[in-house]
Structures are given as C-alpha cells and as structure tokens.
C-alpha cells in the first residue's frame, strides 16, 4: 500500500520569504502526483498536476518538481503572502490516489 | 460545470440513526473517490468507483459503511448504524482517465454523530 510523507507538519515564515514543501511516496508506480491546497473549514483546490512523466510544473508562484525515482516531490512558492496561509496537501495518484497528512503553512504579514 | 457537488453540507444525527451523503461528480468524469478527513488521521481513501463499478473498498472501516454508484452522475455513502466516531468531515471527488487528468473536490460534508 502506498504510503505518503508530508515533512515540514508546519511551517511559519515571513511575507516574502521562499519556501519548500516536501512529499515522499514509498511506491514509485505512480500515474502523477497532484498538489492541493486546503482553506480552514474548506474543500480541496487543485493547485498543480504533474505525470509521472514529467520533472517540474509551475503555476504563477508556484513550481512543483517530481523525482519519481527517489519517491519525491517539492512544492516551491515563490514570494510568499499572507493569503497562501493554507494547509498543503499532496496525493500520489495510480488507478487510487492516497494523501500525505499535509503542512500546514502560516505567512506572517 | 458546477464541480462535484456533496449533500448535505453539514448533518447533526443521534448515534444510531442511519446517515446518506450524497455526491454528484463532475459530468463526464470516470472516477469517484470517497475520503473521509479527521484531525488525528488526516485524509483517508475510503471507496473508489470506475465506471460505476467499486473497485477497491478496502478503505471503508466497517460493516456499517456501504457506497453505491447507481448511475454515472451520482453516488452515496450510507453509515447505519452511525456512532460518535463516525464524526468526520467526508469528501466526495472525480476525475477523468484517473492519473492522467486532475482529480476535483467537493466541498465536503461535516458529519456530528452524537
């Protein structure tokens, strides 16, 4: 069964600041790896999709790269704001999709 | 489209009492996945459809938890009977060709068993 890492659980930065999120995955059978964010109280957005055959994809402030080999991604957000205060969430998709338990970020104004 | 849509939003129900969330996945979309979102265990694969057909329950935790997929635009999820640690937010979501397209959300219904 795939399991999925989340590491930081939370993170606290400064407005401005560049900032990483980690997910590592066990099972490198993967079809993508999809990153959401989730709002207190709130359903899932979808923030970037990447295929397994693909190595990054970038959104705005956002760039997501794919390692599958070492069962690894990262979510880079450039130029942080106090509105990306949110809970991350990646999900390792096959014929299933199974989450990390997510980081949560805070963006000090 | 109007996304995934779940009903209800929210349900108070006594312990005992039988529960249905509903879901209505995004037209066309092949999949549909059922989780179930608590503090202490985060987002857990419930139930997943393909084709209207489930495909892997092995997530749902027991007896009393059932899903069906009649049709291709709606789904339920019936606990009976309900009990307090059934309390929990549940999501509904769908995607087209799963792992090649992005899998959409519903907005979620917060269930409090008491």
């Known amino acids: 069964k795939q399991e999925v890492t989340q590491i930081p659980a939370a993170l606290s930065v400064p407005e401005g600041e560049n900032l990483v999120l980690n997910c590592s995955f066990t099972d490198s059978a993967i079809y993508n790896l999809q990153w959401f964010r989730q709002d207190p109280g709130k359903g899932l957005t979808s923030l970037l999709l990447i295929q397994s055959s693909q190595r990054e994809q970038t959104s705005g402030r956002l760039n997501a790269s794919l390692d599958k080999s070492s069962g690894r991604s990262t979510l880079y957000i450039a130029a942080s704001q106090p509105g990306d205060s949110a809970t991350y969430l990646c999900?390792?998709?096959?014929?299933?999709?199974?989450f990390g338990a997510g980081t949560r970020l805070t963006v000090k104004p | 489209d109007a996304g995934v849509i779940q009903s209800p939003r929210h349900e108070v129900t006594e312990m005992g009492q039988e529960v249905t969330l509903r879901c209505k996945p995004i037209?066309?979309?092949?999949?549909l996945f059922w989780y179930r979102q608590t503090m202490m265990r985060g987002l857990e694969l419930l139930i997943y459809?393909?084709?209207?057909?489930?495909?892997?329950d092995s997530g749902m935790p027991e007896d009393r938890f059932s899903a069906k997929m009649p049709n291709a635009s709606f789904s339920t999820l019936k606990i009976q009977p309900s009990e307090p640690r059934d309390s929990a937010v549940y999501f509904c979501?769908?995607?087209?060709?799963?792992?090649?397209?992005?899998?959409?959300f519903g907005q979620g219904t917060r269930l409090t068993v008491v």
């Open positions: 999900a390792v998709g096959n014929n299933d999709m199974r």
């Open positions: 979501a769908s995607s087209f060709r799963q792992g090649r397209t992005e899998a959409f």
């Open positions: 459809f393909n084709n209207n057909v489930p495909i892997d």
């Open positions: 037209s066309g979309h092949d999949y």
